[in-house]
């Protein structure tokens, strides 16, 4: 009996345990497909450029924008440590970027950071559980505690998106005031280059294959995770 109940403790441990680290799987998931979208990535920036008309807006040629596009890309990702770059607008050699853009961006290069840590601790977390639940003959119980993890994600990011939706301008605001402890994000399109590089229809395309891939992975998980818990059943999985 005392076996019995100890055994039912352990898979209870291991079911917490492994539902944490399918939640802790959703935002390195997520991060990842961030930094794989914006990162290093110059013929998405130059096809989205195209699209939106922005060297025309910013008067630079696609060539000389795409040049400060990747030093600023290079900025964020931490190989650089200034922003500030020269370069030719309406023919005339000059820095690209404002005081206030500049005090901006070093706020959004610490969020970037902190964004790569998160992810890559998240990883790490999920990997050690669902490497110490193989070893423990625990494998049905990743299995299914990843399917609830990926619902539960996706129930509670629905809901919060809902309540976007109810006010978008409001909580973009808050969002902003959480993160950012000044009004240097409050840019003017007239005044600042770097808000007119990512106008609505870009921010638009790029959230939106950001959130279609980000589906995409977790579909293959669930559906790879089912066929697992199908194909080889309950028993045969906890034997293995």
């Known amino acids: 009996m005392q076996n019995q109940e100890k055994k039912h403790f352990h898979n ?51 060539t000389e924008l795409l040049r400060v596009t990747e030093h600023m890309m290079a900025y964020l990702g931490g190989e650089t440590d200034s922003l500030q770059i020269e370069a030719q607008i309406d023919g005339v050699q000059t820095p690209f970027f404002s005081e206030k853009e500049i005090r901006h961006m070093v706020d959004v290069q610490e969020l970037f950071a902190k964004g790569t840590i998160l992810r890559n601790v998240c990883f790490v977390f999920f990997v050690l559980v669902a490497v110490g639940l193989l070893f423990s003959h625990k494998t049905e119980i990743l299995l299914r505690q990843l399917r609830w993890g990926i619902v539960v994600f996706f129930a509670l990011a629905l809901a919060f998106l809902g309540l976007i939706l109810t006010d978008f301008n409001r909580y973009f605001t808050i969002f902003h005031l959480i993160f950012f402890d000044n009004q240097d994000w409050i840019l003017d399109p007239s005044v600042d280059r770097l808000i007119n590089l990512v106008p609505l229809g870009f921010f638009f395309d790029t959230v939106l294959w950001i959130v279609g891939v980000f589906v995409a992975c977790n579909v293959v998980l669930f559906v790879g995770a089912s066929l697992l818990l199908r194909r080889f059943g309950k028993k045969q999985i906890q034997q293995s």
């Open 12 to 62: 209870i441990g291991a079911k917490v345990l492994a539902f944490a680290a399918a939640l802790a799987l959703m935002p390195a998931l997520l991060l990842s497909c961030v930094a794989w979208r914006v990162m290093d990535d110059l013929p998405y920036f130059e096809q989205e450029y195209t699209k939106y008309a922005v060297p025309e807006t910013v008067h630079m040629d696609m």
